[in-house]
C-alpha cells in the first residue's frame, strides 16, 4: 500500500477503512498540533488510533510510510546515513545591540543601490535544532539535520515521531499541492514538555537534561525512533529550500503558504517593518522573552522581498539578507578557583578560568574563557576574583568583568607561562597578534587536537576514536601524526588501556572505512588555519584536484577565489609550502586514503553547469534528476536568475518556466534532457 496500489484479494471495505481512518487521523493531529483547536476528545483520537494499528497489524500488506502509526517510532537503526541539501542551509550573522542592526539596514541598502525603506520580517530565534523536511507529491519522503549546512544526517524515523510536522500535507482551500517542496523548520522541546520530561527521568532514576536545547538535540538523535516518539518535541517552520509549482514575492507570503499547507509556524511573526519597527520589535520581544512557553535566544530579522534577497546574495557562511538579532546573555556571579592554560591544534595558549560551579541559564558551568593575555589584562582578572560570568550567545561561557568591590587582596595576578604547559617548549607571541603559541610542531597537546580534528564529523568521520583514546595514543608514541592512525593494527590497540579486541577490530574497520573521502572534508582535515568546511568545500570545488590546491595555487590565485580573503589565502599557502607537511601528504596516500573527485570519470561534463527543475517528470523522479545532474558535476538549484544555465521543464511546469523564458535560458524538456544525461 506504500505506493497507493491495492492488493487484489484484500477486502475493499477493509482498504476503505483504513484510509478512512488514516486521512482522519492526519486531520485531527493537524487540528490539535498545528491549530491547537481540536474537534474531538483525546479518549475518541485514541479509539480511533487503536483502530487503525489493530488493522494494520492484521494485515501487512496495508503498510505505508505515511501512516498516522507511524508516529510510535521504527526499528532502530545503526547509523544515520548523511544527505546533501539541495541548497545549503547557512548559518546567520549576529547583531548584538540597535547599532548592529542599523548597520546591517545600511549595508542592505547600498548593495540594492536604493535609498528607499526596506521592509523586513522579525520571527522569534528559538533555541532548537534546524532539520530540513522533503515533501514529494505532499507526501513526507526525507528529513535531515542541518549538520555542517552542506551536508545533513538523515532522520525521517525520528522526525515522523512528531506531532506537528504533517506526514501528509493538508492544503486548504484552493491552495495547490506542490510536486516538490523543502520545508526549513526548528524542532524544540517547551518548557512544560521540559519539565515533565525530566520529572519522568527522575522517577526511573535517571539523570536530568540540563537544558531543553539539550534534550531537543539529544532526542532527535536517537537511533532509536521509539525513544524518540517518548519526547515532547515540537517544530515551527521558518523556510524552504528547493520547490516545485509554487511561486511567492515576499518571506511573509511564504510562510503564510506554509501555514495553508499544514505546517505550525510561529504566530508572534511580524511582517513589513521598517528598520525602526525592528528595533521596536526586539524590545517588546526581549520583555516578553520569559513569559513564552519555549526557550528563544534572540530575533532573526529578513529581508522581506524574496526579488531582494536573490539580489542581495550570499557571503560564504551567511545570506546578505538576514541577521540574527541575539539577546543579553543570562549572567551569574561565581569565583575564579584557577587559571588554566589549553594547548590547542595550532599551538595557540588559551587561558581558561576553573571557576565555582554556577547553574547558568539552565546549564551548570564551571570552566569560562579569557580568550588571551591581553583580555585578562584589559579586565584584570586575577585568581581569586568575583568574577560575573554569561554564555555568550547563550552557549559559551566567559568572564564578563570582575567584581573589584569584594577583593580581598588575596588574588593573584595571572601571568602567561613562557613554556608551553604541556611539552616545555618556548611559547612566542607574534607582533600584530593577541594569541600566544606553542612553537614545537610536535607538541603532543598539537598532535592530540590535530588527530581530534582529523577525525571528526566532516573530516575523516573515524567512529570509535575518542578524546581519551588519543591521548593514550599519543602519549604512547603510537600517533606522532595524523598518518600514523592508517597504520595501527588490532594486537596494538588491544593492548591498551580499557580496549578489547571487539573494540580494537572496529575500530580498525572503521579507520579502513575511512579511506574514502572527499577532496573538499579530506582538506577541511588536515586542520589548516582558517579553512573551516565551508572554505574547504568552496576549494574543493574551484580546484577540484589535490594536486592543482597543492603545486599550482599561489596567494594570488587563491585570493581571486570568492569567499577565499588574503588571510586564508596566505595560511593555505603557508601550510603547503612546509616540507614536512607534504611528507605528512604522500604518507596518507600511500596509506590508501583514496580521494574521490568530482571530475572523475564522467562527472566533470556538467561541471559549471546550474539547473533549476520545474514541473512533473515522467520518466523519473525530481530527486532522480538531481542526482544525475550533480553526479555528473552539475548544480541544481531552486529559482531561476541570470545564473542558471538550463531549465529542465516537466508537465506543469510553473513561473519558473515564465522566467525562463524572458531571460532566454536554454530550457529542455523531459526528452532533451534525457538525451543530454544519455550522451554524457
Not at 494499528?53 to 508516529?71: F, G, I, N, V, Y
Not at 568552496?538 to 594570488?556: G, N
Not at 510553473?654 to 544519455?678: P, V, Y
Amino acid at each position: 500500500m506504500s505506493d497507493g496500489s491495492v492488493t487484489p484479494d484484500l477486502d475493499p471495505a477493509i482498504v476503505a477503512k483504513t484510509e478512512t481512518l488514516r486521512k482522519a487521523l492526519h486531520h485531527h493531529n493537524y487540528r490539535y498540533y498545528v491549530l491547537d483547536d481540536p474537534e474531538i476528545s483525546d479518549a475518541e483520537y485514541d479509539r480511533m488510533m487503536r483502530e487503525l494499528m489493530a488493522l494494520e497489524e492484521a494485515h501487512p500488506e496495508l503498510d505505508s510510510p505515511d501512516s498516522p502509526t507511524r508516529r510510535v517510532g521504527a526499528p532502530p537503526l545503526s547509523e544515520f546515513p548523511k544527505v546533501q541539501h539541495t541548497i545549503p542551509m547557512l548559518s546567520l550573522d549576529n547583531a548584538f545591540n540597535d547599532g548592529d542592526i542599523t548597520d546591517f539596514d545600511r549595508r542592505v541598502r547600498k548593495l540594492l543601490e536604493t535609498g528607499d525603506a526596506i521592509r523586513y520580517t522579525a520571527e522569534p530565534k528559538l533555541d532548537g535544532l534546524a532539520v530540513e523536511l522533503v515533501y514529494e507529491k505532499g507526501r513526507l519522503v526525507m528529513a535531515s539535520t542541518r549538520g555542517d549546512g552542506v551536508t545533513g544526517e538523515v532522520i525521517t524515523d525520528n522526525v515522523r515521531t512528531i506531532r506537528s510536522v504533517p506526514l501528509v500535507l493538508q492544503p486548504e482551500g484552493k491552495q495547490i499541492m506542490p510536486s516538490l517542496l523543502e520545508v526549513r523548520g526548528e524542532v524544540f522541546i517547551s518548557h512544560e514538555g521540559f519539565r515533565r520530561l525530566n520529572a519522568e527521568r527522575l522517577e526511573m532514576e535517571m539523570p536530568p537534561f540540563a537544558n531543553p536545547r539539550n534534550a531537543a538535540a539529544g532526542s532527535l538523535r536517537q537511533l532509536d525512533s521509539r525513544v524518540t516518539a517518548k519526547r515532547p518535541l515540537e517544530i515551527f517552520a521558518y523556510g524552504l529550500g528547493s520547490v516545485a509549482d509554487l511561486a511567492f514575492d515576499s518571506h511573509w507570503e511564504m510562510l503564510r503558504t506554509l501555514k495553508t499547507l499544514g505546517f505550525r509556524v510561529n504566530p508572534i511573526i511580524k511582517a513589513g517593518l521598517t528598520v525602526s519597527g525592528v528595533v521596536a520589535y526586539y524590545e517588546e520581544l526581549s520583555n516578553m522573552r520569559h513569559a513564552l512557553p519555549y526557550d528563544i535566544d534572540g530575533m532573526v530579522v529578513k529581508v522581506d522581498s524574496l526579488e531582494l534577497q536573490r539580489k542581495l546574495g550570499a557571503k560564504s557562511r551567511s545570506p546578505r539578507w538576514a541577521i540574527a538579532y541575539k539577546f543579553a546573555a543570562v549572567q551569574e556571579t561565581t569565583r575564579i578557583l584557577d587559571i588554566d592554560v589549553q594547548v590547542g591544534r595550532t599551538g595557540a595558549l588559551t587561558p581558561v578560568a576553573r571557576l565555582e560551579p554556577v547553574s547558568v541559564g539552565g546549564a551548570t558551568v564551571s570552566n569560562a574563557t579569557l580568550h588571551n593575555e591581553d583580555e585578562i589584562r584589559r579586565k584584570d582578572v586575577r585568581i581569586g576574583d568575583t568574577v560575573l560570568i554569561q554564555r555568550a550567545g547563550d552557549v559559551i561561557p566567559e568572564v564578563v568583568k570582575v567584581i573589584e568591590s569584594v577583593r580581598t587582596g588575596g588574588e593573584k595576578v595571572f601571568e602567561m607561562p613562557s613554556e608551553c604547559p604541556v611539552c616545555g617548549a618556548e611559547v612566542e607571541r607574534n607582533e600584530g597578534e593577541a594569541v600566544s603559541r606553542c612553537i614545537n610542531i610536535s607538541c603532543p597537546a598539537q598532535i592530540r587536537g590535530r588527530i581530534r580534528h582529523f577525525a571528526a564529523k566532516g573530516a575523516f568521520d573515524i567512529d570509535g576514536l575518542g578524546i581519551r583514546l588519543v591521548e593514550q595514543l599519543v602519549d604512547k608514541g603510537l600517533l606522532k601524526s595524523y598518518a600514523d592512525l592508517f597504520h595501527l593494527d588490532a594486537p596494538t590497540l588491544e593492548a591498551l588501556e580499557r580496549m578489547g579486541a571487539r573494540s580494537a577490530k572496529n575500530l580498525v574497520a572503521a579507520i579502513e572505512k575511512s579511506k574514502k573521502i572527499s577532496l573538499a572534508r579530506f582538506v577541511y582535515a588536515l586542520g589548516i588555519r582558517h579553512v573551516g568546511e565551508s572554505i574547504a568545500g568552496i576549494l574543493a570545488d574551484r580546484f577540484q584536484s589535490l594536486e592543482k590546491l597543492v603545486e599550482a595555487t599561489t596567494v594570488e590565485e587563491l585570493e581571486a577565489v570568492e569567499g577565499i580573503g588574503s588571510e586564508i589565502a596566505r595560511s593555505f599557502r603557508h601550510f603547503f609550502d612546509q616540507p614536512e607537511n607534504r611528507k605528512t601528504l604522500e604518507r596518507l596516500l600511500q596509506s590508501g586514503v583514496e580521494l574521490q573527485f568530482k571530475d572523475s570519470g564522467q562527472k566533470a561534463e556538467l561541471a559549471g553547469k546550474t539547473f533549476v527543475l520545474t514541473g512533473t517528470l515522467e520518466g523519473m523522479s525530481r530527486s532522480e534528476a538531481k542526482k544525475r545532474i550533480e553526479a555528473a558535476g552539475g548544480k541544481v538549484t531552486g529559482s531561476v536568475s541570470q545564473k542558471t544555465d538550463y531549465v529542465v521543464a516537466g508537465e506543469k511546469a510553473g513561473s519558473k518556466l515564465d522566467k525562463a523564458q524572458k531571460l532566454n535560458i536554454e530550457i529542455l524538456d523531459e526528452d532533451a534532457f534525457k538525451r543530454m544525461m544519455t550522451n554524457l
